[in-house]
T-cell receptor
Framework: EAGVAQSPRYKIIEKRQSVAFWCNPI?????LYWYQQILGQGPKLLIQ????????DSQLPKDRFSAERLKGVDSTLKIQPAKLEDSAVYLC?????????????FGDGTRLSIL | AQKITQTQPGMFVQEKEAVTLDCTYD???????LFWYKQPSSGEMIFLIY??????QNATEGRYSLNFQKARKSANLVISASQLGDSAMYFC?????????????FGSGTRLQVQP
């Protein structure tokens, strides 16, 4: 089966600009996650969707970050305006549901550099 | 709140030897799951192994096994017969119970380098 697809693979922008990332989960996966991984750290959850509804966005900096998952499939994550501390890898993951033993499958990530 | 601690920033192992990567966790959830992921330099996160909090036996997947000691709140990953391709970052992660808490909490990772 095809894995989680993310684009772009790399993005370089200046601070205060906006940027958007796209994720296409594994077919049939109802749950979609966006994680932020700062260099040298483990990934941290930004937002979790179940189908097209938000389950957990408690760690999303809502003053600058937004995300949507239209029709319960693809998702986009947007940053506007970007700050220097947003430099990170943004990982999208999907899972069949929220069951305890179901692993999350990750995409290759988008590496964002803020100048 | 959940917390994962990986105290080994880096580890070296000789090819064909076994290595243990440490992971301790803290949670108040009675039901939880523990995962290990591998992240090569290319960046993708690769699922390795899963252990449920109520599982009686330690999980095994090929050369990977999880040494689960519930009373000590530890879930160490054991890699047997290390290969050069095992060189990567390894992350321990936990999924707690309850609605809205199914995302993973990750540790800071351990960089494993396998030497020929």
């Amino acid at each position: 089966e095809a894995g989680v697809a993310q684009s772009p693979r790399y993005k370089i922008i200046e601070k205060r600009q906006s940027v958007a990332f796209w994720c296409n989960p594994i077919s049939g996966h109802a749950t979609l996650y966006w994680y932020q991984q700062i260099l040298g750290q483990g990934p941290k959850l930004l937002i979790q969707f179940q189908n097209n509804g938000v389950v957990d966005d408690s760690q999303l900096p809502k003053d600058r970050f937004s995300a949507e998952r239209l029709k319960g499939v693809d998702s986009t994550l947007k940053i506007q305006p970007a700050k220097l501390e947003d430099s990170a890898v943004y990982l999208c993951a999907s899972a069949t549901g929220t069951g305890g033993n179901q692993p999350q499958h990750f995409g290759d990530g988008t590496r964002l550099s803020i100048l | 709140a959940q917390k994962i601690t990986q105290t080994q920033p880096g580890m070296f192992v000789q090819e064909k030897e076994a290595v243990t990567l440490d992971c301790t966790y803290d949670t108040s959830d009675p039901s939880y799951g523990l995962f290990w992921y591998k992240q090569p330099s290319s960046g993708e996160m690769i699922f390795l192994i899963y252990q449920g909090s109520y599982d009686q036996q330690n999980a095994t997947e090929g050369r990977y096994s999880l040494n689960f000691q519930k009373a000590r709140k530890s879930a160490n990953l054991v890699i047997s017969a290390s290969q050069l391709g095992d060189s990567a970052m390894y992350f321990c992660a936990m999924r707690g119970g309850g609605k809205g808490r199914r995302a993973l909490t990750f540790g800071s990772g351990t960089r494993l380098q396998v030497q020929p």
